[in-house]
């Protein structure tokens, strides 16, 4: 056993090869070298060995470049998603712009702190700083390599865990929406679609209503949505099938209510005059005009516009305005709410929205409960299953005879 030192010294970290367990080194010895060391550091008197300071690395210093890289292969061969392999290789460009050819077992706590000063710093494409979220996304990703370091005995520790690596980042509050103000969104994307097509220009109306209806009565994802193709939707069972998601507890049968039928069965009657030709089962569910798959930015890029829309109704009648900065998440969190207010059960609700993790669904299920003045009857008219009644139901969980099979064999 060959015993060194990591010396700290001129704002550089200097390696002193002491000599071997035969030679009668050990840690109490070891230990002793190094308060020496240090003292003459303070005096001024210190002068590190010649070869320990030669940039060059030797076999046993694995430098962060090597272990990112077998970790990166190891992911890899997980078989991740497209969008998730963006996402590393992203993290992994800050990570190995910093100092790529550091020694392995020479990152410590401060050498991670430098990091995100250093992330802190830098500036993105657009010329904007990162923001804390980016720089918390990229300490994850270092952890999780120093976490290949430890097991294979490079770091005794993994200096890159802990909540004091990462940055404070400010929580942005949970935006739910009201019933009405579900009716009024959909209201708005429908008059803005008239609008267009009264002016001649179709396709860039075709189908917002439609998909807005589905986002919030349906709860899927927005790239769930994007690549639901025409055989995934059964009307006549009512529901749509998600087999492409990125989890494995994504994939799943979705219900369909009533409502959220009557506004999808338009749509589906204007497939074939957009794209011109009669559409196949692999046709996406919401297709462009070409009669390809939409993509995530169109939606985030439209969804402003209709909001701004339905609060300037929402003003005129001195009605509550629909939160600025809407995202499709939203959308999600509101089905999640929609469905308790409906009375629907929590396992239930948490195999639609397709989690496996199911703090979302609870903290909806938290928000949901605490509400007592909700105009249930508007809830029940979006949420009810075309074999429920048309009366509202009562407050409180639903019957487990109202629960459909199609979710509750998802695994709960």
């Not at 003003?315 to 939160?323: D, F």
Request: net charge positive.
């Amino acid at each position: 056993m060959t015993w060194r030192l990591r010396v700290p010294y001129k704002g550089r970290r200097i390696r002193v090869t002491l000599g071997t367990n035969h030679e009668g080194w050990a840690e109490e010895s070891a230990l002793v070298e190094l308060e020496r060391i240090m003292g003459q550091i303070e005096r001024g008197t210190w002068h590190p060995p010649i070869a320990e300071t030669t940039p060059a690395h030797s076999e046993e210093a694995e430098t962060l470049h090597l272990t990112a890289s077998r970790w990166w292969q190891r992911r890899q061969a997980e078989g991740l998603e497209p969008k998730t392999v963006v996402d590393y290789q992203g993290r992994l460009k800050y990570i190995l712009g910093y100092q790529p050819h550091v020694a392995t077992e020479d990152i410590d706590v401060r050498w991670v702190d430098d990091f995100r000063e250093y992330m802190a710093r830098r500036k993105s494409e657009r010329g904007k700083p990162f923001a804390p979220r980016t720089i918390n996304m990229s300490l994850a990703a270092l952890a999780m390599i120093l976490d290949d370091a430890v097991e294979y005995g490079l770091l005794p520790a993994n200096p890159a865990r802990g909540p004091r690596r990462r940055v404070r980042e400010r929580k942005r509050r949970k935006r739910f929406l009201e019933p009405d103000m579900v009716v009024d969104l959909l209201d708005a994307a429908g008059e803005w679609e008239q609008e267009l097509r009264d002016r001649g220009q179709h396709h860039q109306c075709f189908g917002r209503r439609a998909l807005l209806a589905t986002l919030i009565l349906a709860g899927p994802r927005v790239e769930e949505l994007n690549v639901a193709r025409l055989a995934d939707l059964d009307i006549h069972t009512e529901v749509l099938r998600v087999d492409r998601s990125k989890t494995e507890a994504g994939e799943r049968d979705i219900d369909l209510t009533a409502y959220l039928l009557g506004e999808v069965r338009p749509h589906l009657a204007t497939i074939p005059n957009i794209i011109g030709c009669e559409p196949t089962t692999k046709t996406p569910l919401f297709p462009t005009r070409n009669g390809t798959q939409r993509g995530s930015r169109p939606i985030q890029r439209f969804l402003p516009e209709v909001v701004k829309r339905a609060n300037e109704e929402r003003a005129e009648r001195n009605k509550m305005l629909i939160p600025e900065g809407l995202t499709p998440h939203d959308l999600r969190r509101t089905f999640a709410c929609l469905c308790f207010w409906a009375g629907r059960q929590l396992p239930y609700v948490q195999a639609q929205i397709g989690h496996k993790d199911g703090r979302m669904t609870l903290d909806a299920y938290a928000y949901a409960t605490k509400r007592e003045r909700v105009d249930r009857k508007l809830v029940w008219k979006l949420m009810r299953f075309s074999d429920e009644h048309e009366k509202v139901r009562l407050p409180g969980p639903a019957e487990p005879s109202k629960q459909r099979a199609s979710a509750t064999s998802i695994g709960q």
